[in-house]
């Protein structure tokens, strides 16, 4: 039995539960929940689960959800999607829409919606994980449907890690994902190697000496040595790199004072910093913190800057070999929507997991733009204007054909390595 064979031996079931899993994903779209907070969603996932035959591991990390089906002798590979939503208000209109609120990691009341589509992620997998135990004769091995909280923060994948996830489930062989981005629906984009970036959040405090404001000589104006440093730090892309490295830095966040005639004590940059391999990133935030000092030094500066580092996200760099493969098996089902994608300049924390068990893995993008307002922008150069990205409150993916392409895209990289009948495993 060919791959192709074993995909169309899955996938015929897919007309029959396109319905139940459109239902599902309206219903995960209408109750969205913040990273940790994720327990409706996580229990109707392990309620499907187990409905299909898995054996079901709960509470991994808080609300983390491992389905596991064994089908024989073979390799084992693991799929994941992430579950959480965000903090933002919902405003595309649509009947489902989320009129959720929840209260956050710091007590503030605040909407919530799904408006980075891991809705749409948790369905395809729900629907790919139901297709594959319904045709056991299709393939052999073992099949991982992992379910992450918490990818926002940044700290779900590590947080199942920290609660001894490669302890709880069976090694897997290899590890694949899939993301929702702002491309034309039914397409899917692969790219081996560097995918998307590292992520490092830092806050940098600077000391200066208070003093009224038409008494400058009696200050060292924070103000000042904070803009100075936000100046500097654009010399690092534009002058300490070369031009063909991609790095952002982005102040974006600057907070001093209270009043107009008052030079303040202090000010308080929120960076964010992104790159694509430890080497760079090392650099460039060593870059950070000797820009930050030398300023607070030219300026005579009461103390050294605080630099206090938050949420940090590794690179997504796909394997070669695995890329390939999965990257072919998709040109054979997808054909023409079947792509190689440009670098990507979000984060994601899911490379954690496949490094923690040291295999390899790749991560590719799901189009779930509408195609024909997508084609509409793209002849009249407004895309970017268009076309709503991740984390806007008018993201929405359009549900078919992502839908069935996410789930056809999840069973095909999974077929790539578990084995098929009548022909030798990898």
């Known amino acids: 039995m060919t791959l192709k064979d074993s995909a169309d031996a899955v996938l015929v079931g897919l007309g029959d539960i396109r319905s139940e899993l459109e239902e599902v994903y309206k219903d995960l779209h209408a109750h969205p929940e913040l990273g940790h907070q994720e327990h409706r969603t996580a229990t109707r996932v392990a309620e499907r689960l187990r409905n299909c035959g898995y054996q079901v591991h709960e509470g991994i990390g808080g609300t983390g959800v491992v389905g596991v089906l064994v089908n024989g002798e073979g390799p084992t590979v693991l799929l994941r999607a992430d579950m959480d939503a965000l903090p933002v208000l919902e405003e595309t209109g649509l009947p489902y829409a989320s009129t959720a609120e929840a209260t956050d990691a710091s007590g503030r009341r605040v909407p919530v919606a799904h408006a980075c589509g891991h809705d749409m992620h948790v369905t395809c997998l729900l629907g790919a994980a139901q297709l594959m135990a319904a045709a056991p004769e299709a393939w052999q091995g073992t099949l991982m449907a992992l379910f992450q909280p918490a990818e926002e923060p940044g700290d779900g994948a590590d947080r199942m890690l920290t609660d001894q996830l490669t302890d709880r489930v069976p090694h897997p062989d290899v590890a694949f994902a899939q993301h929702v981005l702002p491309y034309p629906a039914g397409q899917v984009g692969t790219r081996a190697g560097s995918f998307l970036s590292a992520a490092d959040n830092l806050k940098i405090t600077v000391h200066g000496r208070g003093a009224h404001g038409s008494a400058p000589q009696a200050a060292i104006d924070p103000v000042v040595i904070a803009s100075m440093i936000v100046v500097r730090l654009q010399t690092i892309v534009s002058r300490e790199l070369a031009a063909t490295q991609p790095v952002v830095v982005t102040v974006g966040s600057v ?152 789930v056809q895209a999840l069973v095909t990289a999974a077929l790539t390595h578990l084995g098929h009948p009548g022909r030798t495993n990898r």
């Open 255 to 406: 907070q001093a004072g209270s009043s107009g005639n008052v030079i303040p004590e202090s000010a308080e940059l929120l960076l964010n910093v992104r790159t694509y391999d430890e080497e760079t990133r090392r650099s460039v935030l060593a870059s950070v913190r000797r820009i930050a000092h030398a300023e607070c030094d030219a300026s005579g500066a009461t103390r050294a800057p605080q630099i206090e580092e938050g949420t940090r996200f590794p690179p997504t760099v796909n394997d070669d070999d695995v890329t390939r493969e999965v990257a072919a098996a998709f040109a054979a089902v997808f054909a023409e929507h079947a792509i190689t994608i440009e670098l990507q300049s979000a984060s994601e924390d899911f490379s954690l997991i496949p490094d923690a068990f040291g295999i390899p893995y790749t991560y590719w993008a799901l189009g779930c733009a509408d195609p024909d307002a997508y084609q509409t922008a793209l002849q009249r150069g407004t895309v970017a204007q268009d076309i709503p990205v991740n984390h806007s409150p008018h993201f929405a993916p359009v549900l078919q054909p992502t839908l069935n392409t996410g």
